[in-house]
């Protein structure tokens, strides 16, 4: 048989998604199913003073809930500061007030409508900055600052004196949207035996499961939470967005209930990605060594923590980059602001600190007359090096290779011989680690099953959420077993068929549940030699830690997936329109498991990516988001996504299932400074703001024209 691992395989979903058969959480209907409305709050900040639901007295057909139907209501993955239903206090634009299920979806608009709230407004805390300022207004009881966390290691005031050349600016990124293609969506119904069921996008269904038992009192051995095929996912749905309410409506009333928002609702006051301030102070020698990296980073994590703290932990052991550092000082800080909970997002963290380190970094080069490339090289973390935090590299390195890579590359060696002036070539690298991190439970157990005619299901308790891991969890069985891949099914993410193996986040899955998977079938070939006929196998993995260092929950990581990206624009001087025309990418994660697919990964990463440096945003006013429909908030099409070359630096790591390492997010983090840079060999313009729109490289043309810059 012909070897499945490191050939490319076809998805094993795809033709299912392509030709209408796939079933996503807002494809599903029950007879006599209840449709539910959210009732949103109109205020960004303020008191509630009543709630009026008269209106809904004695409707046949129609039920309404506020907060006092809630049995615990404080939900959420790290801190429980965020209410199902508001009660006494709304804190942001679209917060849940009420909910309506009825036997129609046009009972359920009408009387969603006739709910009115009295609220006494409150000053609205607009940013980091506005809430660093006063604890009045409060927007927690607590305060508005939420975590702060500093680390420092070496002499700062002596490297910078030392240093020959020094480099500071402060850069500021957008709230951004993860933009699914399929809204948060879901189902729930009673079965025969009374078992709560909902089938929502989610991207962890066991602590769903452990929220509506808390919040809701229901007992978890009567509820199953399922993922059907999920319409992207990128961190946004790793959370209570659908299940709770489901949950509510239909363990009060015993019917089935179905809730879908609609664009408005998901973009006005869903999960984000936060928005950030990060100053960066800079110190290099004339050689282009960095000697010193001084940072503050101020992330706004909207009305309610989420993940934030978690977000807040990555970007700070990331955010001076994938180099070797000997002096470091960092502050970093989380603060509630007036806007949506801020939450996990495709790199966690990481682009917004990746933009500043690597444009600093571009400047540098630039001024210090050396190729960015070298100087990335001759800093370039390796095995055994140890990171900016001073975390020991044990794991596969291959930056050194992909910088090697990039420079070899048909697009940087046409830098070189570029006459257009209209043409920019930029570059950027970054890392981003694997796994939840240190002092975090990061287990996996899976089984496998043979079953008659030769045929295997396997249980894994993670979510396909598009990265196609279900595919490579059966080119792992099928090569481990010795058998064609039509003989694997998998199944994914239902809390009566599989272990709890956490959420499907922080680029573990593939890695952990891999691992697991392959012990499941070295357990099921013991059994097979020793006669069993239809053999279970059961396995179980644990995600290696950071020996060395434990500077707090969830940092720093001990594996780390490494990338290095140029970019060819073409700036048009007339409009300050930006053309991106070529992507060169180049991953270091280990063994490749299945070519086509990493590069499918490491291409929509770019588009994404590219939709963060060049177009969208979310602003707000008086904490009132502006863009909430497709046609204000912009993304990128394929008439915007460019050329994109997706190639690998051959790498084996050792802890790896059969070589791998995780590749979901890495693809995102460093496109934007990358593309910043190519902008500025067009037009020398001080880009510290992302996005990097035409109007703003217009506005500095003619500022310039006219002698201001």
């Known amino acids: 048989m012909t070897t499945v691992v490191g050939s490319s395989f076809p998805r094993v979903d795809a033709l299912a998604k392509v030709i209408g058969q796939a079933v996503y959480p807002s494809d599903c209907s029950f007879p006599n199913m209840l449709n539910l409305r959210i009732v949103r709050s109109t205020q960004a900040h303020a008191l509630i003073k009543h709630i009026d639901t008269q209106h809904c007295n004695g409707i046949e057909g129609l039920y309404c809930y506020t907060a006092v139907d809630v049995q615990e209501n404080r939900l959420g993955n790290i801190i429980k500061d965020q209410p199902l239903l508001a009660a006494d206090k709304v804190r942001f634009y679209g917060e849940p007030v009420a909910l309506i299920a009825a036997d129609t979806p046009e009972k359920a608009d009408l009387y969603a409508n ?19 300022k006063t604890d009045d207004p409060q927007i927690h009881e607590t305060g508005n600052l939420l975590s702060h966390i500093p680390f420092q290691k070496g002499d700062m005031e002596r490297a910078f004196q030392q240093s020959f050349l020094i ?97 408005e609702e998901s973009l006005s006051s869903s999960y984000k990605r936060h928005a950030a301030k990060i100053k960066v102070k800079l110190g290099l020698d004339q050689w282009g060594l960095i000697n010193a990296y001084q940072g503050t980073i101020e992330y706004d994590t909207g009305a309610y923590a989420a993940l934030g703290p978690a977000v807040l932990g990555l970007g700070v052991e990331h955010a001076a980059g994938p180099y070797v550092i000997p002096n470091v000082q960092i502050d970093g800080y989380l603060y509630y602001t007036n806007k949506p909970p801020a939450s996990a997002m495709r790199g966690f963290g990481v682009p917004q600190v990746a933009f500043a380190i690597e444009s600093l970094l571009n400047r540098a080069a630039k001024i210090l007359q050396i190729d960015p490339i070298k100087l990335r090289r001759q800093n370039a973390l390796f095995k055994g090096a140890e990171g900016s935090l001073g975390q020991k590299m044990e794991h596969s390195v291959g930056l050194k290779e992909a910088l090697d890579r990039l420079e070899s590359s048909e697009l940087w060696r046409e830098k070189s011989l570029n006459t257009d002036p209209a043409v920019g070539y930029g570059m950027a690298a970054g890392y981003l680690s694997c796994g939840m991190g240190k002092g975090i439970p990061d287990t996996a157990k899976v089984e496998i099953q043979a079953l008659p005619g030769g045929s295997y299901e396997v249980r894994i308790g993670t979510v396909e959420i598009g990265q196609g891991s279900s595919t490579l969890f059966i080119q792992l069985a099928a090569e481990e077993l010795h058998v064609p891949p039509e003989r694997i099914r998998v199944i994914m993410g239902d809390t009566a068929l599989t272990h709890d193996s956490g959420s499907t986040a922080g680029s573990r899955t593939s890695y952990i549940c891999g691992n697991a998977l392959l012990k499941a079938i070295d357990n099921l070939q013991r059994q097979k030699d020793l006669g069993v006929l239809y053999p279970i196998g059961v396995g179980e993995a644990v995600f290696p830690e950071e020996k060395h260092l434990n500077l707090g929950i969830g940092w720093p990581h001990s594996m780390y997936t490494f990338i290095v990206q140029g970019v060819k624009v073409r700036v048009h001087r007339s409009t300050g329109e930006i053309e991106l025309e070529d992507v060169f990418a180049v991953t270091e994660a280990g063994r490749v498991i299945n070519p086509i697919a990493l590069a499918g990964q490491i291409q929509g990463g770019v588009v994404m990516g590219v939709g963060y440096a060049l177009m969208e945003q979310i602003d707000f006013g008086q904490g009132v988001p502006k863009q909430t429909s497709l046609s204000s908030y912009l993304v990128p099409t394929s008439l915007d996504s460019p050329n994109i070359e997706a190639v690998n630096v051959s790498a084996y790591e050792e802890s790896g299932p059969l070589g791998l390492k995780g590749a979901a997010e890495v693809g995102t983090i460093v496109i934007a400074p990358a593309i910043a840079a190519a902008v500025n060999e067009v037009v020398n313009c001080p880009i510290s703001e992302l996005p990097i729109t035409g109007q703003t490289v217009a506005d500095y043309l003619v500022k310039s024209s006219k002698g201001g810059g």
Not at 114 to 132: G, M, N, R, T
């Open 114 to 132: 006739y709910i009115k709230v009295d609220y006494e407004p409150l000053p609205v805390v607009s940013d980091p900055q506005e809430a660093q």
């Open 167 to 263: 480099q500071e600016d402060t850069f500021t990124v957008p709230v951004v949207d993860h933009l699914y293609l399929e809204r948060e969506a879901g189902v729930s119904y009673l079965d025969e035996e009374g078992v709560l069921n909902i089938i929502a996008g989610t991207q962890n269904p066991f602590n769903d499961r452990e929220e509506i038992s808390r919040c809701l009192g229901i007992p978890i051995d009567k509820i199953r939470m399922r993922s059907a095929t999920i319409g992207g996912g990128f961190g946004g749905k790793d959370g209570n967005t659908v299940q709770l309410f489901l949950a509510l409506v239909t363990w009060k009333t015993k019917r089935p209930a179905r809730l879908v928002f609609s664009r």
